[in-house]
């Protein structure tokens, strides 16, 4: 069965350093992967997504993230943190088992220090 | 193009009362979802619909959750009766056919069981 795992639940960093949010994932499949942001009191947004092709991937505010399919990781990264990129953050692996399903991880909340 | 609607935004109920969440999906979206955001907890699927049949139902409640999504568009999740634990957010979500679509989301309902 597919799962994800987010190292870290807490990230602190200071404005203007390097973000990295960690993730794992399990599947018996070539999967589908996504991260997604959420702010307070908000629905989950998109911020991008491997699907096939080339393995680092860009995405908005800065965002990308590498599939590293030996590792099964697919970590997302910043070079420069901005206080507005203070949100939780959710990998999500989306995978085919008798239907297309998303399961996400737990998040990791992002604090950003000015 | 209009994104997931949900309503209630927020809802208040005392435990062992019944309450109903409401989602339009984005127009042509076939899959529907169901996820329930516990505090500091990732989004976890309760139910995956594929046009108005059910693909995913088993980490749904049925003894107190059910869910229908009629003609294959909105949506409605109830909960009959409702603890204590069933305090989270509600989310809706809707993908496109093919395995690289990701799902876009609502803005959740809020739901306090008192």
């Known amino acids: 069965a597919q799962s994800v795992t987010q190292l870290g639940s807490h990230v602190s960093v200071s404005e203007g350093a390097l973000v990295l949010l960690r993730c794992n994932y399990s599947s018996s499949v070539p999967p589908y992967l996504f991260w997604y942001v959420q702010y307070p009191n908000q629905g989950l947004q998109l911020l991008l997504k491997y699907t096939t092709g080339a393995t680092l991937v860009k995405g908005i505010n800065g965002f990308e993230a590498e599939f590293k399919k030996s590792e099964t990781s697919f970590h997302l990264t910043k070079p420069s943190a901005h206080m507005s990129d203070a949100a939780e953050y959710f990998c999500?692996?989306?995978?085919?088992?008798?239907?297309?399903?998303?399961?996400f991880g737990a998040g990791t909340r992002l604090f950003v220090k000015a | 193009e209009a994104g997931v609607a949900q309503s209630p935004r927020y809802k208040i109920i005392e435990k062992r009362q019944s309450v109903a969440f409401w989602c339009n999906p984005i127009?042509?979206?076939?899959?529907l979802y169901w996820y329930q955001q516990i505090l500091g907890q990732g989004p976890k699927l309760l139910i995956q619909f594929q046009n108005n049949g059910v693909v995913d139902d088993s980490q749904l409640p049925k003894d107190r959750f059910s869910a229908e999504r009629l003609k294959g568009v909105d949506s409605t999740l109830k909960i009959q009766p409702a603890k204590l634990e069933d305090s989270a957010v509600y989310l809706c979500?809707?993908?496109?056919?093919?395995?690289?679509?990701?799902?876009?989301f609502g803005q959740g309902t809020r739901l306090t069981v008192v």
């Open positions: 979500a809707s993908s496109g056919p093919q395995g690289g679509t990701e799902a876009f």
């Open positions: 127009s042509g979206h076939a899959t």
């Open positions: 999500a692996v989306r995978t085919y088992t008798g239907g297309f399903k998303t399961i």
